[in-house]
């Protein structure tokens, strides 16, 4: 595996399941990042990791959860979710925040 | 705080002729200027990137963007855009302070390729 791997890529959830979102990143690098991405928004930071430390956190609801547990792993954790969560969900990584960001694929989240 | 403008959400071309696409940045210091590209339901990908040095930078897929400190503007060219080319384009700036800094990203121009 290559860059920045999502999964799963497709999603669909109802709002009392309990589901999680993995991103795995193949190039060494040290910052990682989650987004959401709603159409007709612009594109949201939600959370930051800095060698695994949790830097920033753009008042994100607490039914989303982050895990780092190292620099290429980051988790995505969801349960009691509203439809208006529903999104595409992308995950990046740099090798220093303020450089350039590299992104996976996504995962399309459908909250039923 | 950093932040970027894409004046334009909408632009529409005809297969062949010229590009540009507009970004504007507001940073106290140099920036770091990126493009990314976006196809329908994917990530993004990084076009090119501004660091320092030459102010016309080229990118992957025939693209070149060029840094203008006096306008505060990074521009997307592309001399003749393919059928392909149609996606979601993003302009982000960065920090030369490292630290806790982060990409701060444009809202996007969705670019039309007509026949």
């Known amino acids: 595996e290559t860059g920045v791997t999502q999964t799963p890529r497709h999603l669909v959830m109802g709002m009392t399941n309990k589901k999680s979102l993995k991103c795995e990143q193949h190039l060494g690098h040290n910052a990682m990042y989650w987004y959401k991405q709603s159409a007709k928004k612009p594109l949201e930071l939600m959370f930051v990791y800095n060698f695994k430390e949790q830097t920033e956190n753009n008042s994100v609801p607490s039914r989303f959860s982050p895990e780092c547990p190292n620099s290429s792993h980051l988790f995505l954790h969801l349960h009691t979710l509203q439809p208006e969560d529903s999104a595409l969900y992308l995950c990046?990584?740099?090798?220093?925040?303020?450089?350039?960001?590299?992104f996976g694929p996504g995962t399309r989240l459908t909250v039923t | 705080a950093q932040s970027v403008t894409q004046p334009d959400i909408h632009i529409t071309v005809s297969e062949g002729a010229s590009l540009e696409l507009r970004c504007n940045y507001s940073y106290g210091a140099t920036p770091y200027l990126f493009w990314y590209v976006q196809s329908p339901g994917q990530g993004l990908q990084l076009l090119l990137k501004y660091f320092s040095g030459d102010t016309l930078v080229q990118g992957i897929k025939g693209f070149e963007a060029e840094f203008k400190r006096s306008q505060s503007s990074f521009n997307l060219r592309k001399p003749s855009v393919h059928w392909s080319d149609a996606a979601e384009y993003f302009c982000a700036v960065g920090s030369s302070n490292f630290g806790n800094e982060k990409l701060t990203f444009g809202t996007g121009t969705r670019l039309t390729i007509i026949p």
């Open positions: 990046a990584s740099s090798s220093q925040t303020g450089y350039e960001q590299y």
